[in-house]
């Protein structure tokens, strides 16, 4: 649980930032529920969140118990940050305005990278502007190689095969797509299995 409640803060604030969306977060709520012997009614909840603000949803997130490791989520964050950034340099504004608030808030000490992440959003406002040498891609360059040294020392393994990701569905041998599940059809799976998790004893 500790370990659900600091990803469930670490995606809170990527909602925050912009740098996820309500479909994502759902998607990893489903992925909880299925590995939960007995999911929480907040994790339930946050699986039910489709067409809620990101805003209630953050604050859904937050309903975890326990208290988050704010060292944790910091690092959380950032392998989400650097995954987005690595998969798609368009997240490079958003990702550089949340840097920077994170900086501000004395979130991220380190002086090896902190420097990139506290002038990254104001240099990319100047290198679109052309008012200094350094391109676009140049900073984002920087930025990505901060985030790979800040992210660098191991943690447990962050799910962004869910978070983020959209993978194709297999193809039939006839090249056509597999019928998909309808939205009640999967719904009832879920609530029959966490039904039976909540009638079993212990």
């Given at each position: ?32 529920i299925l590995r939960e ?81 506290w002038w990254a959003r ?81």
């Open positions: 649980m500790p370990r659900m409640r600091d990803e469930a803060e670490a995606l809170a604030r990527a909602l925050e930032f912009g740098l996820c969306d309500v479909a994502e977060v759902i998607a990893w709520a489903d992925a909880q012997d007995r999911p929480s009614e907040a994790l339930c909840d946050v699986s039910l969140a489709r067409g809620r603000y990101p805003q209630d949803v953050a604050g859904m997130l937050r309903q975890f118990p326990g208290t988050p490791d704010s060292s944790d989520v910091a690092r959380l964050l950032l392998s989400l940050m650097k995954d987005r950034l690595d998969r798609d340099d368009d997240a490079a504004e958003p990702i550089a305005w949340a840097l920077h608030q994170m900086a501000m808030a004395k979130e991220i000490d380190d002086q090896r990278f902190s420097d990139v992440f104001e240099e990319l406002d100047l290198a679109e502007l052309g008012y200094i040498q350094d391109s676009r891609q140049q900073i984002v360059q920087r930025m990505a190689a901060a985030l790979e040294e800040a992210t660098a020392d191991p943690i447990p393994s962050w799910p962004f095969a869910v978070v983020g990701e959209k993978p194709n569905p297999p193809q039939s041998p006839e090249g056509k797509q597999p019928a998909q599940p309808t939205q009640p059809t999967r719904l009832l799976s879920r609530f029959l299995r966490i039904l039976k998790s909540w009638a079993s004893p212990g």
